[in-house]
């Protein structure tokens, strides 16, 4: 191909990379998007839940269309032992009009239909195409090396957007190799159910779905947590941790699936349900201190290949979507100016800084420390705070001022009153 | 109704690849210091059983690999090469 066809080149087609080249193509940008997929969504995977406000960032009253599962109304968290759970929950009525907060989706047809906008708007997909390297020239990255012959593809801006544990951004010299407590070895399953059935077992409008996110006993003292989404029909059920614990406990993924299928709580919602398919994904769990660098001359990374990911609100293809969104308008003004250098793509580090992306992870930057250091605080304080409520709950002639001094009793005999306080002083600074 | 990593997989769809993206740089490493250091996690966290230890070597069924590339970090010596699969090969997802 002639030299600089197009004004950028995008490596993968899920919502960040996405996300961008539909900007540009809007724009008037001559896009490339490289997907090594045979189509956009077969290599993708996530727990399911998606948001409105950022899709609609790019789509805009596209956000119709999209082949969403169901919205979420219904939030849970769960915090769990062996035999016992403590929710907090929050239910509400979607508003009527706008994009949903929350919904639940399937990645393959999702972003089938996202990568189809941007196809729509002018960017040319390319499928089926690995890029296994950037080219350098002078210091500069000028293009990117695919696996088909005569690969080589040049332009002003390469976005890198190849996904969780990126290639690119080490071949780029943009970051270092990532530590396996840096990432989480996710597996879920999709269990098909009727929508009635969802429904009901979830107490649910139809169209409308839960959440639910388990901590505490079914990670076996690993970092991480379990989880069950509810699609149109079938539930996303899975569970995950750090590839680090996983790695000491030697526990398989899969038996830890089938533990937490199998957990009291847990095991009503799937029943009689078909496993259709089993999954596996990486996520980032290193927050900001080990986000590669941004930009470069000639370079933009975003989503999950820069650490885009908010662990603690499990967001991540949000944060995915509105950086491609600013990767794209940054390309937008470097064409405008006709500089594609690190200086002008600054504007993308400016952009990120000035939204909830970098706010967010610099705001918990100090927790992926904390979660590899002390996984027991996910064991300890579910099941003190289960045993204390179940105490309370017992209707067994004991008053309640009793309850109250054995609860105390029994939280100071687990754990020292300083280091109670050292452990809440550590998840405040880690949240704050 | 527990699952078999087995039936888990028979789940999946690939379009297979004839050659591997996966390769174990240097067997010695896996018999002598990942076996006396760390029991070869790979054989345990890899969510699609692509590891198992035969006795003298770690044996790679690269097609049952789903590419969440835990391998990539979780091997303590760095010692697994693993690629990206050739454009259109490897895992085809069916829900995602």
Not at chain 2, 2 to 27: C, G, P
Request: glycine content about 10%; aromatic content about 8%; charged content about 25%.
């Amino acid at each position: 191909m002639a030299a600089d066809e197009f004004d950028a080149i995008v490596v993968g087609a899920g919502p960040g990379g996405t996300a961008a080249a539909l900007t540009m193509a809007r724009a008037g940008l001559s896009v490339v998007l490289f997907e090594r997929g045979a189509r956009p969504g077969l290599k993708n995977v996530m727990g399911g839940v998606m948001y409105g406000r950022m899709l609609a960032d790019v789509v805009g009253e596209g956000w119709r269309e999209a082949p969403i599962e169901r919205v979420v109304t219904d939030e849970r968290l769960w915090l769990a032992t062996a035999d016992a759970v403590t929710t907090i929950g929050h239910t509400h009525v979607p508003p009527a009009a706008g994009p949903p907060n929350a919904f639940t989706v399937l990645r393959v047809p999702f972003d089938g239909w996202f990568a189809a906008q941007a196809e729509a708007a002018g960017a040319l997909l390319v499928p089926g195409t690995t890029v296994e390297d950037v080219i350098r020239e002078d210091g500069r990255i000028v293009g990117v090396r695919t696996g088909r012959a005569d690969g080589d593809l040049r332009a002003p801006l390469v976005v890198i957007a190849d996904g969780a544990n990126s290639f690119l951004v080490q071949k780029a010299g943009l970051g270092r190799p990532l530590q396996p407590h840096e990432m989480a070895l996710v597996v879920k399953e999709i269990i098909a159910l009727p929508s009635g059935v969802i429904e009901d077992r979830f107490t649910l409008e139809p169209g409308r779905g839960a959440t639910i996110e388990v901590y505490g006993a079914p990670t076996r003292g690993m970092a991480g947590y379990g989880f069950v989404y509810t699609n149109r029909e079938s539930l996303s059920v899975g569970i995950g941790a750090l590839v680090s614990h996983f790695m000491k406990t030697r526990i398989t993924p899969w038996d830890l699936l089938e533990g937490f299928k199998a957990h009291p709580m847990v095991a009503p919602l799937l029943r009689g349900g078909e496993v259709r398919e089993y999954l596996g994904h990486a996520i980032p769990e290193g927050g900001r201190r080990a986000m590669p660098r941004l930009y470069d001359h000639g370079v933009l990374v975003v989503g999950d290949a820069a650490m885009m990911v908010n662990n603690l609100h499990r967001e991540g293809s949000n944060l995915a979507m509105a950086a491609g969104r600013m990767a794209g308008e940054t390309a937008v003004h470097a064409k405008k100016v006709g500089d594609w250098s690190a200086e002008t793509l600054a504007m993308y580090q400016d952009l990120l800084e000035a939204s909830f992306v970098l706010q967010d992870l610099r705001k918990y930057e100090r927790l992926p420390d904390l979660v590899e250091r002390r996984p027991d605080l996910l064991q300890v304080y579910p099941a003190l705070l289960s045993e204390a409520i179940h105490e309370m709950l017992t209707v067994d002639g004991v008053s309640k001022r009793e309850k109250q001094r054995r609860i105390l009793r029994r939280l100071l005999a687990r754990r020292p009153w300083w280091r109670i306080l050292r452990d809440a002083y550590e998840g405040w600074r880690a949240m704050r | 109704m527990t699952q078999r990593i087995e039936e888990k997989l028979y789940t999946l769809r690939w379009r297979h690849d004839r050659q591997s993206h996966i390769a174990i740089v240097d067997d010695g490493v896996c018999l002598t210091r990942c076996g006396t250091e760390w029991q070869r996690p790979c054989t345990t966290f890899c969510p699609a059983s692509v590891y198992t230890w035969d006795g003298a070597k770690i044996a790679v069924s690269y097609e049952n690999c789903v590419e969440c590339t835990s391998c990539v970090l979780g091997c303590p010596y760095r010692n697994i090469d693993w690629k990206l699969p050739r454009g259109g090969f490897g895992i085809e997802w069916q829900h995602g």
